[in-house]
C-alpha cells in the first residue's frame, strides 16, 4: 500500500473540521434536529505545502474511475461522471431518497428541500462544494433493478473543475454523534486521495472479457414494419423503439475500466455509472444533455436525426450533407425541438434557439442537434422541469402517451434507466441531467446493451435496424 505524503496543512485544517463539526453538533441539539454537515476542501491547496519532489508538480487531477477503482467497495452506490469541462464521482450514501408512480418526480423535491434545510456547509464557495443530490429516474414510473426515482447524497464526493479538485465529505450530526471520530476517518481518507493525487503507479490495466453470447436483432426490424403500419393509421408521428442484445463475459466486468475505456474513445460525450448498490452498474457514454441550470441560466439538446460517419473526410462531408437536407431526418428532429421549447413555454419560460440544427459528430456517428437556452426569472425547482422534459420524443416519440404505449407493447424487455434522466442537483438550485442513452446495465458477468432508433413515417425498416447496430457496435467494443 502506498504511503501518503504528510501535509503540514492538514493537521490545522482538521482542527478547524472539528470545531466546525462541533458546533453544528451544538445546533442540531438546540434545535432537536439532525444536520447534514458537508464539508469541502482543495486538494490542490493540501498538496501544495508538500516536498516539491512530488508537489505540485508531480500532482495529477484524478479521474472517476482511479477514485472507483482505488476508494469504491462492493456492493456500493456510487455515482460517476466525466465530461470535457467537469469530473465528478461521489462514492457511497449518507442520505437517501426512494420514490414511485406518478408523482416520484415531486416526491424526491421533496425530499431534497427536507435536506436542504437541514445543511451545514464548510467551505461551500469552492468549486463542487455544497451538498450534491445524486439522482437517477428509470423511464416509466416502475422497474426491476433500479428505484423509479431516487436520490442520494454521497459520504465522498471528488469534483474536477478547470484546474481544482474539490473534495466533499457528508455526515449527519445529531445529540450522540463522535465528532472525533469523524474527523479521524476524514483525515485517513484525505490521506488515501493524496496518496493517489501523488502516485506515479499506472492504473492496473484491465482483464479483458474473451467470449460473449449475444442475441439476434431480427425482431427489431419486424416491430419497426409494425409500428409503421400503426402511424400510418393512427395521429401517431414518431415512436423511438429499441432493442438490446444479452452478453455474457468470461470474467465479471470492471465498472472503472469501462468508464476508461468509454471516455478514451468518446471524449465529447457525458460519461457515466451509477449502482445500485445491490451488484448491478449502468454506465454509458451518452451525447444527449437533458437539463443544465447553472446561475439561473437553462440549457437543453434536441438531438435526433442520425447518420453514420464516413471513411474518409469526403465521405464524412457528403453524409453530413445529407443529414442536414433530409426531409426524414430534418422531420424527426424538429419533432424534438418543437417539443422541448413547448414544454419550457408551459412553465413560463422564453426558449432561444437556432432555427437551422448543426451536425455534432461522435466517433462512429452523427446527429442533428440544436442547443435550446432559457433564463429562468422565477425560481423553478430543476425537477419540475424535468418531468415536463421526460421523455423527450427523441427516446419516447409524440403524442408521448400514444408512444410510451406502444414501447411497452413491442419491446421485449425493461428499460429501467435506459433513455432515462441521470445527474445531480446542488443545494444552490444548479444541476446537470443526461439522457442514459448508449449505454448498458452490467451485472457480474453480465452485460444488457441497449440503443434504439426514431421511427417515423419516411422510415426504412433496413435502415433502423443498420443504426441500432452501429449504436450497439460503439458499446460492445468499449466493454470487451
Known amino acids: 500500500m502506498p504511503v501518503a505524503p504528510y501535509s503540514p ?57 482511479r477514485i472507483l477503482e482505488a476508494l469504491g467497495q462492493p456492493r456500493q452506490i456510487h455515482f460517476c461522471y466525466s465530461a470535457a469541462d467537469c469530473k465528478m464521482v461521489a462514492l457511497g450514501q449518507v442520505v437517501m431518497g426512494q420514490a414511485t408512480g406518478l408523482s416520484r418526480f415531486a416526491r424526491i423535491q421533496q425530499f431534497i428541500e427536507v435536506w436542504r434545510n437541514r445543511t451545514t456547509c464548510y467551505a461551500p464557495h469552492l468549486t463542487g462544494g455544497r451538498p450534491h443530490f445524486f439522482c437517477g429516474f428509470t423511464f416509466f414510473d416502475e422497474a426491476e433493478n433500479f428505484d423509479p426515482a431516487q436520490a442520494f447524497v454521497p459520504r465522498l464526493q471528488v469534483t474536477c473543475q ?66 409503421l403500419k400503426i402511424i400510418q393509421q393512427q395521429p401517431l408521428r414518431k415512436v423511438v423503439l429499441a432493442d438490446a442484445i444479452e452478453v455474457l463475459a468470461s470474467v465479471p466486468f470492471q465498472v472503472a475500466a469501462s468508464l476508461r475505456s468509454l471516455a478514451q474513445q468518446y471524449p465529447n460525450c457525458h460519461v457515466f455509472s451509477f449502482s445500485n448498490g445491490s451488484g448491478q452498474t449502468f454506465l454509458g457514454a ?41 426531409q426524414k431526418e430534418r422531420y424527426e428532429h424538429q419533432i424534438v425541438v418543437d417539443f422541448i421549447a413547448q414544454q419550457l413555454r408551459s412553465l413560463g419560460l422564453t426558449p432561444s434557439y437556432s432555427r437551422c440544427p448543426t451536425v455534432r459528430q461522435l466517433a462512429n456517428i452523427q446527429h442533428l442537434h440544436t442547443p435550446i437556452q432559457a ?100 458499446m460492445l467494443s468499449s466493454l470487451m
Open 9 to 65: 496543512g492538514l493537521f490545522e485544517t482538521c482542527k478547524q473540521i472539528h470545531a466546525f463539526l462541533s458546533a453544528g453538533q451544538q445546533q442540531a441539539s438546540e434545535q432537536q434536529q439532525t444536520k447534514l454537515a458537508n464539508i469541502s476542501l482543495s486538494l490542490d491547496a493540501l498538496a501544495k505545502p508538500l516536498p516539491e519532489s512530488i508537489a505540485p508538480s508531480s500532482y495529477n487531477p484524478l479521474p472517476p474511475w
Open 375 to 474: 433564463h429562468l426569472k422565477q425560481a423553478i425547482e430543476p425537477l419540475t422541469i424535468l418531468e415536463r422534459l421526460h421523455p423527450t420524443p427523441a427516446v419516447a416519440g409524440l403524442p408521448r402517451a400514444a408512444a410510451c404505449d406502444l414501447i411497452r407493447q413491442s419491446e421485449s424487455f425493461d428499460r429501467e434507466l435506459y433513455a432515462a434522466p441521470l445527474g445531480w442537483i446542488d443545494t444552490a438550485g444548479n444541476s446537470n441531467f443526461i439522457v442514459g442513452i448508449r449505454s448498458a446495465l452490467l451485472n457480474g458477468r453480465q452485460a444488457r446493451l441497449y440503443a434504439g432508433a426514431g421511427i417515423v413515417a419516411q422510415s426504412n425498416p433496413e435502415k433502423e435496424l443498420a443504426e441500432v447496430r452501429l449504436k450497439l457496435q460503439a
Open 286 to 326: 451518452s451525447p444527449e444533455r437533458l437539463l443544465s441550470i447553472r446561475d439561473g441560466e437553462l440549457l437543453t439538446d434536441a438531438l435526433a436525426g442520425s447518420a453514420p460517419r464516413g471513411g474518409t473526410t469526403e465521405q464524412d462531408t457528403q453524409l453530413a450533407e445529407q443529414l442536414q437536407t433530409s
Open 162 to 227: 478547470t484546474d481544482q479538485t474539490t473534495v466533499s465529505f457528508n455526515c449527519l450530526i445529531d445529540d450522540a454523534v463522535n465528532v472525533t471520530a469523524i474527523v479521524e476517518d476524514l483525515n485517513r481518507q484525505l490521506q488515501k486521495l493524496l496518496a493517489l493525487a501523488t502516485s506515479t503507479a499506472a492504473a492496473t490495466p484491465p482483464h479483458r472479457p474473451s467470449q460473449k453470447v449475444d442475441r439476434d436483432l431480427g425482431d427489431f426490424k419486424r416491430s419497426v414494419g409494425d409500428a
